[in-house]
T-cell receptor
Framework: DAKTTQPPSMDCAEGRAANLPCNHS???????VYWYRQIHSQGPQYIIH???NNETNEMASLIITEDRKSSTLILPHATLRDTAVYYC????????????????FGQGTILTVHP | KAGVTQTPRYLIKTRGQQVTLSCSPI?????VSWYQQTPGQGLQFLFE???????NKGNFPGRFSGRQFSNSRSEMNVSTLELGDSALYLC????????????FGPGTRLLVL
C-alpha cells in the first residue's frame, strides 16, 4: 500500500471548515484514498473514499488533486464532536494478497475543534 | 441496522492466562477483520476472516488466533498473555472480503497485570 503523510495536528474554530491534507505521492492507479476518524477511545469510523473524482457525502467532502498525489478532507462546518484523530489510507478498493482485508493506519492528524 | 458489537468491553487478566474476545458483524456483512491498538504501535492489523476462513494475517505471534463461525460472528483468542498484550482490540466488518470500507466496533479494552 502507498504511504501517506499527514500533519500531526491541526486546530479549527467551531463552525468553520476544517481542511485536512494528505500527501500520497506514490499512489498507484488502482489505489483509492480512504479517510477514517477515531474519536477518543472509540473504534475508527469510516468517513469517505475516492479514486480520482471529488466525492461528497453527509459527513464530508474529499478533494483529490488531478495528479492524485495529494488529497484534502473537508468538514464543512466543524463542531466540537469532530475533534478526533483523522487517518488517510491508500489502498486498492478490494485488495488481495497481503493487503486482503487490511487497513494500514499511520499516525493520523489530531484535529482539535475549539469553541 | 445495528452496528458491530464486541464483547466484553473491558477485561482484566493476569500474565499467562488466555482470553477470548467476541465480535458480531453488521447484519449481512460476511468479512471480519481484527486490529490491535496500543499507544506505542498504533492500530495494527491482526487478521481477516471470510466464509470461516482466515484470508490474511498480520505480523503477530502464534499466540494470537481467531476463527469465524457460519453466522459470520468471529472470535479471537490470545494465549499465554503478556503485559504487552494490554491494548484495545477492535474488530471491523465489511460486506465483501478485502474491502476498504470497514465498519468498526467499539473495541474490547484488555488489561494484563
Amino acid at each position: 500500500d502507498a504511504k501517506t503523510t499527514q500533519p500531526p495536528s491541526m486546530d479549527c474554530a467551531e463552525g468553520r471548515a476544517a481542511n485536512l491534507p494528505c500527501n500520497h505521492s506514490t499512489i498507484s492507479g488502482n489505489e483509492y484514498v480512504y479517510w477514517y476518524r477515531q474519536i477518543h477511545s472509540q473504534g475508527p469510523q469510516y468517513i469517505i473514499h475516492g479514486l480520482k473524482n471529488n466525492e461528497t457525502n453527509e459527513m464530508a467532502s474529499l478533494i483529490i488533486t488531478e495528479d492524485r498525489k495529494s488529497s484534502t478532507l473537508i468538514l464543512p462546518h466543524a463542531t466540537l464532536r469532530d475533534t478526533a484523530v483523522y487517518y488517510c489510507i491508500v489502498r486498492p478498493a478490494n485488495a488481495g494478497g497481503t493487503s486482503y482485508g487490511k487497513l494500514t493506519f499511520g499516525q493520523g492528524t489530531i484535529l482539535t475543534v475549539h469553541p | 441496522k445495528a452496528g458491530v458489537t464486541q464483547t466484553p468491553r473491558y477485561l482484566i487478566k493476569t500474565r499467562g492466562q488466555q482470553v477470548t474476545l467476541s465480535c458480531s458483524p453488521i447484519s449481512g456483512h460476511r468479512s471480519v477483520s481484527w486490529y490491535q491498538q496500543t499507544p506505542g504501535q498504533g492500530l495494527q492489523f491482526l487478521f481477516e476472516y471470510f466464509s470461516e476462513t482466515q484470508r490474511n494475517k498480520g505480523n503477530f505471534p502464534g499466540r494470537f488466533s481467531g476463527r469465524q463461525f457460519s453466522n459470520s460472528r468471529s472470535e479471537m483468542n490470545v494465549s499465554t498473555l503478556e503485559l504487552g498484550d494490554s491494548a484495545l482490540y477492535l474488530c471491523a466488518s465489511s460486506t465483501v472480503p478485502g474491502q476498504g470500507s470497514q465498519y468498526f466496533g467499539p473495541g474490547t479494552r484488555l488489561l494484563v497485570l
